[in-house]
């Protein structure tokens, strides 16, 4: 059963945009596991798992687990559109060390509600590793119903529900229709929320602003378990001037990629390098995430100090 | 400023499926009231109100308005696609002694952001009463755009947000951002989650359930505001049970509406009437629903005492 | 049975925005009648009947059936999203003289399929006059889907459809299902497509650009009908050309409107004013608009003469 | 410049649901290019691409190609969401004798029209081939708006569009706006509407149902081009019967692409599987759609004799 805060690790790349930067990966995962987070989620999302190469996957995978060797678990993102393919990097995973898998549905063809639960059934069956449901309607234009996670719930290999909906009445009903079920973990997307679901019964979140600032979200974390909400009062604002002032700029819902992207070159994490289909942001916002993160900085050291 | 739960009222309507039922129309505001809520909302989403005539939402403005007689205050839903239709109900509102009036965009024709915004200031100017706006995309095809929102709020006549978008980080944002205004409410939609939304900083409900059991969503949101996380618990699961067992059947986006039409005639609080584009439940999902309702009573009744 | 050009009439209005200008209705109505349509729809969306009151609307509709007397069929739009003020307008429309009514889905709540067919047959059972379906899924949030028109067109009283959706797959099937049910015009909204869909099997089109250049359509579907693909090609060219440079300026999904009320007020057919939840276009898109239809109605008139 | 019909085919699968079947691919390649069509396009939305193993996608372009031996022109679809892969395989297209690649948006992310617009630029500078844009956006979320082909257009490896989206207008004004623009090709997804789009002046039709049928639909493009509409009235019902009783049985949008397997494994053309998330359709619609494909057989041969 995982508990906690989760990164959804982003991919430092090198300046063709496609290879991995090792050196890079090798600082930000001991940047992002000195600030106390509960696991590593690489190759979701925010990790640009569909644009990278198979070959890039699989090594990111392996150096990865190697860095972390044990510290905390990691989870690996298998999302695809061919099952072959996810099977396939879930046993690369197992083999690396990885403790379990995550899988959006296919993206490709709309399904039925019954076709993703066979699917999922299926996909099940077959990994090696245990298996966590990633609800993304806006990114795979499906949503993983309530009825759906339900009955998928009572699979053996299936642990877990990544929802980055933010559709709030979907989560409140899945924590009061599961809260009987042992060892299924509710995890929330939006790093907005996080607080707020832990209140709910929800057992963590998967928070892309942990790779900048692990400590702010894993302090949040532990002072909502303890319901100090003044505490919470104060970084929650910290959490919402990271959400408004570098997830925001841009036009396009690729705002947050490539806001986070920029943030971690202007902390010195990775170089400034994003695949396609995105560009990283030009020097204007460039300038405005820079100025914005280094306030940020600022802040946020002087408040967990 | 208003605070609290407020019951968006449905419309008792006679067996012609159109005309206002008078005597149940007094009956449920007065088994409302005696719940303790802050308000009373007419004509909104769950009153029917763009299903009524003209003729009908006019004699419920007034009916209600003289049956409440300032105990609580009114708030009218004037919600239509076309603004002279608006400000006329809103001139009625006003003389029957209504405190405020709410409308969603227009939602006929697609609209842009700034053609909203103009929309909205064109509104707000001709009003004789505060107006709360009223977010609901899935209605209207709209989302009111935080940044809209933000500078609607500058807005003299301009007084609140009824969020039904159900988007968490939406709303958080809403709350994050708009702190330091006076005089601006932020009331949340979806029932399942005005607890976690006055802990984020939101100023309360509109709570559907309250047509049913008033005293639930109220004590509920006292426990919130005492911060009594036990007592929250114990009546959020209440408030859950509503949710799935009254709102759920029935296999399209009207069963809230039928359920808790359903619900209300169990209850003996109004006659099983709805306005097409609807038809009732028919026999065998009113079964269900009579069923679920005395359980339920008898468990709120319980929990209350 | 109804074939050819339909008219679907914008609302001249005065300078308030608001009323209903009566001098250009009549001028406008003359001009239309005289390119030799085959009918006038009026209260569709693009006349704007969801943003008239509905005082304007029945002044609307008496005016209009008065001033066409009788020369071409006037049909009624009575879209509305309470049944009761459809059925007002339908039998206000009936004495009138008006030939038929046309009606969208009421466009608030969310509906099913079955909830549609049943809402149609009410409402057909209670109008005096013939009812046109009208499928307009992006203003409505529903598509009409073809098993539902396809057990409506068996109602006695429902006598065609005017598809607004665009979607040639639908159509086409829609024209091969009922090719052998008698009495029932599928009439097509977009004006871009209206020869194609005579070619299909359809029977005409509902043509907004035929409020500036009534000849212009009128020939294209008789060259259609004569199977001249010389002719329908060259008078297709200039259909063309009216949708590219007049409809397709500004930002919003109101270019269509705004760019043909610019239109018609450059032709000196109507004031330039529209109601809200719409603004006319502001100088600069007026200049554009102007310069481009002196060029069209200097190439349609040669290309007619 | 491609002209003609161009069978989007689908790929023989072997029981396990993954492996190509190549004695069937064999088979399936004469058979279609026996009925006369003017290209063959493997890995398509129709050839279930993005399912496959990669494995088995290059597998299908060698065996594809080797069948084909230059018969006819072969298209491949190489739609990813990783533009590296996309890449790859055109460079195992190219080599096996593909004359052009197909490639969908990236389908994962959200895009901006600019952010697709440099991408397909990006793509097309790396393939080795040139590139017909496929416009699919009830898979991949986005509409290649009008602008953004007009732009595409003009890059020197770029070539065509194939458009799946059935909106008929956007299809009509491409037509309209690029008829001066030598050697790019208009071809349309949606099987039922080749004839019409001919007609518009588009150049062909992506046709789904020349798997089963190839000469169908070749004789209805002649017929077309010959302006026999007699001949095309004819061959087009026959063509919506295939459309109504082959495709439209089940309840998923994957009732296409199930119907089309069954109904080819009918006519003994293929075995009877599907790659995951699908799955075959089960005894009771495999039985209509047994009897129906036997029907519309016979009467093709007898209209086609």
């Known amino acids: 059963m995982f508990n906690g805060i989760i990164t959804p690790m982003v991919t430092p790349l090198q300046s063709d945009n496609l290879s991995l930067d090792i050196a890079n990966t090798n600082k930000l995962i001991n940047h992002i596991i000195s600030g106390g ?22 090594q990111l995978i392996n150096e990865a687990c190697n860095i972390v060797n044990n510290r905390i678990p990691v989870f690996v993102g298998i999302s695809d559109t061919t099952i072959e393919e996810s099977v396939h990097l879930a046993e690369i995973a197992k083999e690396a060390g990885a403790k379990a898998v995550v899988a959006a549905p296919p993206f490709y063809y709309g399904l039925g509600q019954i076709e993703l639960y066979k699917y999922y059934c299926r996909l099940a069956d077959q ?5 966590f449901l990633y609800n993304m309607p806006s990114h795979t234009k499906i ?3 309530i009825d759906t996670v339900l009955k998928l719930a009572q699979h053996d290999n299936i642990i ?13 009903k899945l924590c009061y229709l599961l809260k009987n079920i042992d060892n299924f973990s509710l995890l929330v997307g939006p790093e907005e929320v996080t607080s707020q679901t832990v209140i709910m019964g929800g057992h963590g979140g998967v928070n892309g602003g942990s790779n900048m600032f692990p400590k702010l979200y894993v302090q949040l974390y532990k002072a909502t378990l303890a319901r100090d909400f003044e505490r919470v009062h104060e970084l929650q604002s910290l959490v919402m001037e ?17 806001g986070m992207k920029a943030g971690l070159f202007t902390l010195n994490l990775i170089e400034h390098n994003i695949a396609p289909p995105f560009d990283c942001f030009d020097e204007k916002e460039m300038t405005a995430i820079a100025t914005n993160i280094k306030a940020l900085k600022s802040k946020i050291d002087s408040a967990l100090s």
Chains 1, 2, 3, 4 share one sequence.
Request: no cysteine.
């Open 160 to 172: 877990g529900l990544k929802d980055s909906s933010a559709n709030i009445v979907y989560y409140q």
């Open 37 to 58: 987070v509960h696991g590593l989620f690489i190759l979701g999302t925010t990790g640009e798992a569909t644009s990278l190469s198979y070959k890039t996957r699989i």
């Open 127 to 131: 990994l090696p590793l245990p298996l």
């Open 143 to 145: 949503n993983i119903e």
């Open 242 to 258: 990271v959400s408004t002032k570098i997830y925001n700029l841009g036009s396009f819902g690729s705002s947050y990629l490539k």
